[in-house]
């Protein structure tokens, strides 16, 4: 039996990835209730922003947080761009497929051209404050990992105020709700369709300054994210937020407990037997809603 | 969706019912002799290669050709199937071709609990757990090292063992030709199959085929597993003949993509479109492998290519091709309506007096009528 003092520590690190979780699955429920699209390409994005911080903190010497006031711009036109020139134009017959096989294509393009620009090395950031830490009841908690909660968690809580809070939100979630009717009201569900695009890329850029903050990156590793986050969106019920949080929140919790018994590797585990059961006993998820029955 | 095989019998189609005879035996007896003509081993092996694709992506159209659901894990059970033959063979002592037979059922059973989750619900969860799939599949195969050999590898005794390396590429090569042709045959008899029919309903409009009797579920889960067998099949004799496997070339997403791509760029309605697109892609890839290497520009060449497919020719090259044709072989009939009302009126009284504007090909990429996107919206 492990110590308390580790358990707590678990604990702790499994809310803390679990706060990443949720920002990045968050981002994939939005194009998922904006266009039915599973967006592989979320996780690379995400590779991508933590490369640009990366890049941005040993070639130019600046801070990775700082890198976010390009990235996440640049991101939002990237995933206005993605849907109005690439998503929009697929038939929508067969949407579905075709749009998740143009996401994959995606992935592998950028894994490609990282691969090609900064080699397959390893990278990692080295922070003045990288190797802090903080004392709590007997637990270490890098400081880092703190940042990192707390990018997601700032990006989430904003990501829900302005979907609740402003006109932009309003007319978002009309879209999702219902585009014919959101139309009839006057609202130009294309734009927003794009915007919302662009909001959702945008988490990923957030997503990736904090996961670049202590974790080693390289291209290939947008695929160690992507398996748990289609679990997570599947176990969670797809078309609600808080459903993928939630998810996100117990599924980085019991990962980070396995990892005392089992061991790093064994852990990941946990997220595709999660995806198994949930889809062969409860398909559509555990707090999703409507649009959990098409998925 | 007429098939190729349900042309009716007028003249002009019999010509091209000819056509299309002389064409198959000619790229049969081209595939037949390559053996004898292949320059060195080295060519040879390559044909092994691009056979080896033309069979899985084959495999990979019974699902996605006929359903409509798009697997990236085709890779993962040819994977899964030539590690079962490694083991079999390496652990238990079979026979080569028992362990084959073995792995190749054991593939198709494994595919019934996967198909099961994966094919409840329709839709992209099909594609999602074919991706984890991948994924899982590498991680225990990589971390499980006592059994499988980790990454350092699984060495998988030949067949053959008096046999010369040239000799060895061109049995091989045989079998994977004889695979083919089996996979080639099944798909094609599905197709003319009332099994086929529901399937391709399926396709068109899984609430309709459901409401008409269709058992979707059921007709999904067998032609997955169907595939799956062919899968693993393909991958364990690909195994028998590389002899030695390694986790990350086993179970790699690239494999999955590449069979899409594959039969994407052919035609995944065709029965030739997988084989033609292996072809296309085989070939590629082995030339770049010999005059670039392994780089990441292979990864973003693929992905690039399969954006552009996905993009701009969803249907594959074969019907364009034939929708080219049309046009300036028949240009008169280039109507945007796949059966003219005219001709309905005319099919209702009695037999065309003209020609159908609608060879099957050409039919395909105008817009199938649909009543799918106004329900999935909602």
Do not use: C
């Not at chain 1, 947080?65 to 993605?82: A, C, E, Q």
């Not at chain 1, 585009?179 to 850029?205: C, Q, Y």
């Amino acid at each position: 039996m492990p110590s308390g003092a580790l358990l707590f520590q678990s604990v702790i690190l499994g809310l803390l990835l679990g706060g990443l979780y949720a920002l990045l699955a968050a981002g994939l429920t939005l194009y998922f209730g904006i266009m039915r699209v599973v967006m592989i390409a979320h996780s690379a994005f995400l590779i991508l922003a933590a490369y640009l911080a990366w890049w941005s903190h040993a070639r130019l010497g600046v801070d990775p947080l700082l890198s976010m006031v390009v990235t996440v711009p640049l991101f939002f036109g990237l995933g206005v761009l993605l849907q109005r020139l690439l998503l929009a134009r697929l038939r929508p017959v067969t949407l579905t497929m075709m749009s998740v096989l143009l996401t994959f294509a995606i992935a592998v393009l950028i894994e490609g051209l990282l691969g090609y620009a900064f080699s397959g090395t390893q990278r990692r950031i080295q922070l003045g404050y990288g190797s802090a830490s903080l004392g709590l009841f007997g637990a270490r908690i890098a400081v880092v990992k703190l940042i990192a909660f707390g990018l997601a968690a700032v990006a989430l809580l904003t990501l829900y105020l302005l979907l609740k809070r402003t006109r932009f939100g309003w007319a978002l979630r009309a879209t999702i709700q219902h585009p014919d009717a959101a139309r009839l009201i006057g609202i130009d569900t294309d734009r927003i369709a794009g915007f919302g695009f662009g909001v959702g890329l945008a988490t990923a850029a957030v997503g990736g300054t904090a996961l670049a903050l202590d974790t080693t990156i390289y291209p290939s590793l947008h695929w160690h994210w992507i398996g748990p986050l289609m679990a997570i969106i599947v176990v969670g019920g797809l078309g609600s937020v808080p459903g993928a949080a939630v998810a996100a929140m117990l599924l980085g919790l019991v990962q980070s407990l396995l990892q005392i018994p089992l061991g790093t590797t064994w852990a990941q585990t946990v997220f595709y037997l999660a995806l198994f059961a949930t889809l062969a006993f409860r398909p559509q998820g555990f707090f999703g809603g409507r649009l959990a029955q098409r998925f | 969706m007429p098939s190729a095989s349900e042309l009716p019998a007028a003249p002009r189609h019999r010509l091209g019912g000819l056509f299309r005879a002389v064409a198959i035996l000619a790229v049969a007896a081209a595939v037949l002799s390559f053996p004898s003509w292949a320059p060195n081993p080295y060519i040879l092996s390559a044909g092994v290669v691009v056979l080896n694709y033309a069979v899985l992506s084959t495999s990979w159209n019974f699902v996605g050709g006929f359903t409509g659901y798009i697997s990236l894990g085709h890779g993962a059970l040819a994977g899964l199937g030539g590690y079962a033959t490694g083991l079999l063979v390496v652990r238990a002592g079979l026979p080569s071709f028992v362990a084959l037979a073995a792995a190749t059922l054991l593939v198709a059973a494994f595919a019934v609990p996967v198909g099961y989750a994966a094919l409840r619900v329709r839709g992209a969860s099909f594609v999602i757990v074919s991706i984890a799939l991948v994924l899982i599949l590498l991680l225990v195969f990589q971390s499980w090292a006592s059994f499988t050999g980790g990454s350092r590898g699984l060495v998988v005794p030949r067949p053959f063992p008096g046999l010369l390396r040239p000799e060895h590429h061109r049995v091989f090569f045989y079998l994977f030709a004889a695979l083919l042709a089996v996979a080639l045959l099944v798909w094609w008899l599905v197709d003319r199959s009332r099994f086929g029919l529901g399937l391709k309903a399926i396709r068109e409009d899984e609430d309709k085929a459901e409401s008409l009797g269709t058992p979707t579920f059921g007709y999904k889960l067998v032609v997955f597993v169907v595939s799956a067998g062919f899968t693993g099949l393909a991958g364990g004799l690909y195994a028998l003949w590389f002899g030695d496997l390694d986790p990350v070339f086993q179970f790699s997403i690239l494999t999955g993509s590449y069979l899409v791509l594959m039969a994407l760029l052919g035609g995944v309605r065709q029965l030739f479109g997988p084989l033609v697109g292996a072809l296309v892609v085989g070939i590629g890839l082995e030339y770049f492998k010999v005059e670039f290497g392994n780089t990441p520009l292979h990864l973003a060449a693929t992905g690039l290519l399969l954006a552009l497919v996905v993009m701009f020719m969803p249907d594959g090259v074969l019907p364009a091709l034939g929708a080219l044709v049309d046009r300036f072989l028949r240009p008169a009939q280039s109507s945007i309506r796949e059966v003219t009302a005219a001709e309905l009126r005319d099919r209702g009284s009695g037999p065309p007096e003209g020609d159908r504007p609608a060879d099957p090909p050409a039919s395909v990429p105008v817009g199938a009528p649909d009543g799918r996107s106004a329900e999935e919206r909602s």
